[in-house]
């Protein structure tokens, strides 16, 4: 009972409901083959909102991600044109670190200087897009430029998924052991549920804020390289504005602002969501230009929907005092 | 004598007062505020300007220059009030879009500059009525409301626009965004200068104001003491709108044009000014001076840059360190000197 109750299926019921409904007139969306794609095409969402879970989690928000997967990326491109013969293998571990550098530098301020997360990541966001324009010039790194091991890693087939979308699965199998599994994902839930009792079991909530930025910055490189890799150009304002779709995933999935509550399975279909619209979007003959709105839209209903099933939740102590009423 | 003036020297009824070694008057505590630190940052980036460059100190390109900051100050204005009554609102540069639009499509309709106006701050309104109806009536977090309604309105510009956009506005229309009051001073500046006048007196000088400080610093506090907590954001949410509506027909009627992509990434440059401004972003205090100071301190920064022929995303990087750097560096100093 508790288990249909949950936040994730009616997620997941209210993304079938949606295929259901898009299969009616079109079924060729609904084929495995299609769904695959769209999988594949959701998998960067999927990476990034499972790093921004875990900042929402403790509180916190990172409004950096798509400027750091822009600038990883931007990076990584010019590395590749550097030096075309560069393994991919280097080329993701340099993606990675740069990420991660990325994120712990908003993760020190906030953790260090107690800078609010918001004024951190926003600032930080133009910062690191400016940083790209100093690297690039302005200039575009284009598809001809690329060597094609850059290009032809994350497509390369794997039992008929491609090794972009087996990345999203391996980073979200990870992610769901450490959020559960773990003591440092443990301690994200309590640092986001009650920063003061979080201190008195031990906890440094600082340096578990410090992690979590780490952690998505770390994830917004990873999907740095896949981006650029997929779309195969790089430049200064690629993956704009992303990061809100971002934060959509996460409070569409069920993770709460106010820090504390959030699934890797809810922001994973939170992402998909996302992922089926904007992919039945051009199917249903509906300009590309909604899916902003769509989008934005889907962030209110979602956050309202979480407040009410969040307010008539109270806490039961004592099951059976419950039960003798 | 002496005696006599002792005994009629008035005395504190609870007692003995402490008298302080040295007196801090009004005036060293005026020195010692964020607001002078900032009033002396402007004046150091204005000498530095007009030494670096030769253009600078010219009364028609200083008054170009106030572009560069008015229309993201009116909003700062409403904005600062909102962040110290402890709420935000990150949807200001796509409520611009959106009446932007509105504005486009009475224009398509026929109406005149009169009917224009009054569609941009209408909607303005609107905007602002749904964000705060959305945070006083439903209870929801400000910021994930205004990410939410940030990509809602701009996405309806985008369903209405698409990549195309609104031109051939009303020659009458260009007054707001390109007119002259009297000699430099521009219609953008005076309407500036006198929202400024208008906010600090409404802050700093009525109930409503208090009102607002209350709200920010413990808002269950304010609103056991008798404060309409709802109310207070409400029309706070109301006024920022409306000044996103007012900056909305200034950018409109400068630009001549209307793109769903209009005034994109202003929401971070009118945090900044407020922050910079020495308002806590957590909220509970703040100035209308120091927003006035910090609008000045980032279009000086902007303009000298643009003179120094710096394009315009490496200032963007300018306004993100600052941004980040005047919240760092008190708390980085009060750190080593604890150390």
């Known amino acids: 009972m508790s288990l249909l109750k949950s936040r994730e299926a009616i997620l997941g019921a209210a993304i079938v409901a949606l295929l259901v409904l898009i299969a009616t007139r079109f079924p060729a969306f609904v084929e495995p083959k299609n769904l695959l794609e769209v999988f594949n095409d959701t998998s960067p969402l999927i990476i990034l909102a499972l790093g921004q879970m875990v900042v929402i989690l403790t509180r916190c928000i990172d409004l950096s991600v798509a400027a750091n997967l822009a600038l990883t990326g931007m990076v990584c491109a010019m590395l590749n044109v550097a030096w075309p013969g560069m393994p991919i293998g280097v080329i993701m571990v340099i993606a990675l670190a740069c990420g991660a550098l990325m994120g712990a530098v908003n993760g020190l301020l906030v953790w260090k200087l107690d800078i609010p997360p918001i004024v951190v990541t926003l600032g930080t966001m133009t910062i690191y897009r400016g940083i790209i324009f100093l690297l690039s010039g302005g200039a575009w790194v284009n598809s001809h430029e690329m060597s094609r091991a850059f290009t032809g890693v994350p497509r390369t087939q794997i039992l008929g998924l491609p090794l972009l979308g087996w990345i999203a699965i391996v980073v979200a199998l990870i992610m769901a052991v450490v959020m559960s599994r773990t003591p440092m994902g443990r301690s994200f839930y309590a640092t986001g549920n009650n920063p003061h009792a979080a201190v008195y079991t031990g906890i440094d909530v600082g340096r578990s804020q410090f992690l979590a930025f780490t952690i998505s910055g770390t994830l917004a490189g990873l999907a740095g390289y896949l981006w650029i890799s997929r779309y195969a150009v790089a430049y200064v304002d690629i993956a704009g504005g992303f990061e809100l779709d971002v934060v959509a995933a996460c409070v569409i999935g069920g993770a709460s602002i106010a820090g504390g509550v959030g699934t890797v399975v809810g922001t994973i279909l939170g992402a998909l969501f996302l992922g089926v619209i904007k992919n039945a979007l051009p199917v249903i003959d509906i300009s590309p230009f909604w899916q902003m709105a769509i989008s934005g839209a889907a962030i209110l209903v979602a956050v309202t929907f979480n407040s009410r099933s969040g307010r008539a939740r109270g806490r039961v102590i004592l099951k059976s005092a419950e039960h003798a009423q | ?339």
């Open chain 2, 1 to 339: 004598m002496s005696t006599l003036s002792t005994n009629h020297a008035p005395r504190d009824s609870a007692g003995p007062r402490k008298i302080p070694d040295q007196l801090s008057s009004p005036a060293t505590k005026a020195l010692k505020s964020w607001e002078s630190l900032l009033l002396l940052v402007a004046v150091a980036i204005f000498l530095m300007n007009a030494l670096a460059s030769p253009y600078f100190l010219d009364a028609w390109n200083l008054s170009d220059a106030t572009y560069n900051f008015t229309e993201k100050a009116m909003i700062a204005f409403a904005m600062a009030l909102l962040i110290i009554a402890g709420e935000i609102d990150l949807s200001v540069a796509s409520i611009i879009a959106l009446a932007s639009t509105a504005m486009g499509l009475m224009m398509q309709a026929g109406f005149g500059t009169p009917a224009l106006v009054a569609t941009g701050l209408v909607v303005g309104l609107l905007c602002g009525a749904f964000n705060g109806l959305l945070v006083t009536r439903l209870g929801l977090p400000s910021i994930v409301v205004t990410i939410g309604t940030m990509s809602l309105f701009r996405g309806i510009s985008y369903i209405v626009l698409g990549d195309g956009a609104f031109r051939g506005y009303p020659a009458d229309f260009a007054f707001f965004g390109q007119g002259y009051v009297f000699w430099v001073f521009t219609f953008e500046f005076v309407l500036f200068a006198v929202l400024a006048v208008i906010y600090a007196v409404v802050l700093h000088r009525t109930n409503f104001g208090r009102a607002v400080y209350a709200v920010g610093n413990n808002a269950t506090a304010a609103l056991f003491s008798g404060i309409r907590v709802g109310r207070v954001k409400m029309i706070l949410f109301l006024l920022t709108g409306l000044m996103s509506g007012i900056a909305a027909v200034c950018l409109t009627s400068r630009l001549g044009s209307t793109r769903p992509s209009i005034g994109t990434g202003m929401e971070l440059e009118v945090v900044t000014m407020v922050v910079l401004g020495g308002v806590n972003i957590l909220g509970g205090s703040g100035s209308i001076a120091g927003v006035v100071i910090a609008a000045f301190v980032m279009g000086l920064v902007t303009f000298g840059l643009g003179l120094l022929n710096v394009p315009g995303i490496v200032m963007s990087i300018f306004i993100g360190l600052l941004l980040i750097g005047v919240i760092a560096l008190p708390r980085l100093w009060k750190k080593l000197r604890r150390a």
